[in-house]
């Protein structure tokens, strides 16, 4: 990957951060993105920031196991060890992206299936959205929860109590995944409001 491809994979990242944020997929220091950015190397979002205001340099790169790379500035998410088994679950995909859509994660907190019931839905999150256990926010064991269901063909999984989980081509791709889910999520409690008698 050269410094100008590198830097427009940058760009593309924070513009889904800011995207996720305008979206309300995420709040205040919420979510993060990863991307990789060449063979063994990946682009992380910062622990501990808002993604509303992120600026390219503001990236952290990391390896395959997570550890910074030379001239790496501040500490990646503390939700790596998600990203780095979803990297690995599914050697193809080149974006992860975890946020917190709140109708989404209302369903699960309720314990309703997330129904598809719009056929376009059904075409880009397949019949069921499946929800991973919990595990801890930022352990590895949030990794290891979502790994199989990624494994399994899921471009997308709830994780209980804790919000949502997409990969991709690209942020971008991935994020509309989520935008995606959030929408039938909102679908979903929509039409459950007005069949009520």
Known sequence: MTVEDEGDLRAAIVRVCRLLWERELIGGREGNVSARAGTGRLLVTPAGRSKR???????VAVDLEGRPLAGAAGSPSSELALHLAA????????????????????????????????PETGFALGAIVPVAPFAEPGSPAVGASVAPLLAAGHDVVLLDRHGAV????????????????????????????????
């Open 87 to 118: 990297y690995a679950a599914r050697p193809e995909i080149d974006a992860v992206v975890h946020a917190h859509p709140l109708a989404a994660l209302a369903h699960v907190l309720a314990g309703r299936p997330l129904e598809i019931t719009v």
């Open 53 to 59: 205001d992120l600026a390219p340099d503001d990236l």
């Open 166 to 197: 997409a990969v991709g081509s690209d942020p971008l791709t991935a994020a509309d995944l989520l935008e995606t889910v959030e929408r039938a999520a909102r679908l979903s409690l929509w039409t459950r409001l007005l069949a009520r008698p």
